[in-house]
């Protein structure tokens, strides 16, 4: 994944003081140097796309199994530009067609876990993973839908058992990492250092490993987010990937205010099939409630 910015990317330096405030210098460092993308726009073939499997949907006499993949290939081009209503809209319509489309299953558990409907999204990836045992991304989003629904535990073995499909991918050995930390954040740091030891190359995507250990800063981290980048595209992927495990690493930290600011930056590059940009609206939405919880305790009145 090595890429180099060019003149086609919207490189802006931001000076985010306002967030800044109640953070430490190291955190402010970092926050002060961002890199910020043009935000992917919507590719005009999707749009064209749409308006074909529409027409067909409407107005060809297809079978029932043809009928149920025109709705999935039109719900999977709807998830990639966000609109995520509509793509489930066509998933279910699709599944109600053909009933074992595996596909359609694993997103719909992604769209239920995105809306935190847990319990909806276990069963659409356990129909998935019954359908087709081996299909390593289903085993990937439940687990990362049991993270977030708080069974961390039960997360651990479906993120290792994807982990193990490609053993030397940072990104796999990132999120086993944080799925850890939830249950024994040192013998989550200690497993993540035998991983990293372990990769066989160096990639961009190994900073994140290096940032979760302590070996790089925040700020050496967004330094060489542009490394290797030849197109705005990929930048804007970059940051989207960046941004979004810059907010985890300060969330670790407990500093939301810098997570929050992360999170936003990952959705403001709107690479809507990205891993990281699907969870960044949903991280988010948990912090707010975090941090409304303490303050609806102290406004709780005294009883004595």
């Known amino acids: 994944m090595a890429r180099r910015a060019t003149s086609v990317a919207l490189l802006i330096l931001l000076g985010l003081s306002q967030g800044c405030s109640t953070t430490s210098s190291s955190s402010s460092e970092g926050i002060s140097n961002l890199v910020i993308a043009e935000p992917m726009a919507i590719n005009p073939q999707s749009e064209l796309a749409l308006a074909r499997l529409s027409e067909i949907i409407q107005r060809v006499e297809v079978t029932e199994e043809q009928r149920a993949k025109l709705f999935y290939d039109r719900g999977v081009i709807f998830d990639s530009v966000g609109l995520r209503s509509l793509a489930s809209f066509d998933f279910q319509r699709a599944l109600r067609l ?20 847990f319990n909806l999204a276990y069963e ?35 993120i290792q058992k994807f982990q193990l499909q490609e053993q030397f991918d940072p990104y796999r050995m990132a999120w086993l990492y944080l799925v850890e ?12 250092q035998a991983n990293y030891g372990s990769l066989p190359h160096n990639s961009w ?19 060489e987010l542009t490394i290797g980048v030849t197109s705005s595209k990929e930048l804007t992927d970059r940051l989207c ?30 690479v809507y099939e990205f891993i990281e940009h699907r969870y960044a609206k949903l991280e ?12 609806n305790e102290e406004q709780q009145p005294v009883v004595e």
């Open 124 to 158: 659409a990836f356990d129909s998935a993973i019954e359908l087709e045992p081996q299909h390593q991304y289903a085993y990937l989003n439940r687990g990362i839908a049991l993270y977030y629904g708080g069974r961390a535990e039960m997360a651990v073995a479906d």
């Open 241 to 270: 990937e960046g941004y979004f495990y810059l907010g985890k690493f300060n969330q670790i930290k407990e500093l939301p205010d810098n997570s929050s600011n992360y999170f936003k930056l990952a959705l403001s590059t709107n």
């Open 98 to 117: 053909q009933p074992d489309l595996v596909d359609a299953y694993n997103f719909m558990g992604i769209h239920h876990t995105q809306r935190q409907e």
């Open 284 to 295: 988010l939405e948990l912090l707010k409630v975090n941090v409304a919880q303490p303050l």
């Open 181 to 192: 930390y939830e249950i024994d954040p040192q013998v989550a740091k200690q497993n993540l």
């Open 205 to 223: 995507a190994n900073n994140i490993l290096r940032l979760f250990l302590g070996e790089m800063s925040e700020g050496e981290f967004i330094d």
